[in-house]
């Protein structure tokens, strides 16, 4: 139980281009779903925090315009990576918050996303 | 502020040896603590978690935790390493409503044979 998966699992894109990644909770709900980003060797950056139908709630530093983020069902969350640049390049891992597991978030398996 | 604290940037093991990985945490009140470990190029699996209770806890794989709040601590144990647990640990803790992850560094762990 408590499966979050990612799609994809890697991307390759130009840039100037948008990506779209999914996160879906597959065998329960999430009220609340998070977008990380890891740089290489280091620990989890969180960059937004999203509550199913209402607005994402970024983190100091992260443009919203560019990382686009909805959560439009209790089991879905996109982050889109608009424009992207090969400064964007990195490891994006999202999270669902299971409520009914205690508060416990579970891991996406994460996208590495490469952009030329 | 809230924090948590890794000291241990990397460590290595042989492996069926013990294995004790230190979490250091700083909050107001106690925080719901928690352990991932992460293999490369993937996401985080949870090995365990505490919120309250018994103050050791049992996870996944043979992994433990106990629970000191006079040591503001919350050090992952395992009594026989296995070549497969190299790998990224993280601990992180949350406390209050937004229940945001604050995380530790990580620590490497490299298992020998």
């Known amino acids: 139980g408590a499966v979050v998966s990612q799609h994809p699992s890697r991307v390759i894109c130009k840039s100037g281009t948008s990506v779209k990644i999914e996160c879906r909770s597959l065998?329960?709900?999430?009220?609340?779903m998070f977008w990380y980003r890891q740089f290489p060797k280091q620990s989890l950056m969180l960059m937004a925090t999203?509550?199913?139908?209402?607005?994402?709630?970024?983190e100091q530093g992260v443009e919203k315009d560019k990382f686009l983020i909805n959560h439009a069902s209790l089991t879905l969350s996109t982050l889109t990576v608009t424009s992207a640049h090969p400064e964007d390049s990195s490891f994006y891992i999202c999270s669902a918050d299971d409520r009914g597991r205690g508060d416990t978030q579970y891991f996406g398996p994460g996208t590495r996303l490469t952009v030329l | 502020a809230q924090s948590v604290t890794q000291p241990d940037i990397h460590i290595t093991v042989s492996e069926g040896a013990s294995l004790e990985l230190r979490c250091n945490y700083s909050?107001?009140?106690?925080?719901?603590l928690f352990w991932y470990v992460q293999s490369p190029g993937q996401g985080l699996q949870l090995l365990l978690k505490y919120f309250s209770g018994d103050t050791l806890v049992q996870g996944i794989k043979g992994f433990e935790a106990e629970f000191k709040r006079s040591q503001s601590s919350f050090n992952l144990r395992k009594p026989s390493v296995h070549w497969s647990d190299a790998a990224e640990y993280f601990c992180?803790?949350?406390?209050?409503?937004?229940?945001?992850?604050?995380w530790g560094l990580g620590t490497s762990l490299a298992v020998n044979p």
């Open positions: 992180a803790g949350s406390g209050g409503n937004n229940r945001k992850l604050i």
């Open positions: 999203s509550n199913e139908g209402s607005k994402a709630t970024y």
């Open positions: 065998d329960f709900q999430a009220t609340t």
């Open positions: 909050y107001g009140a106690t925080p719901y």
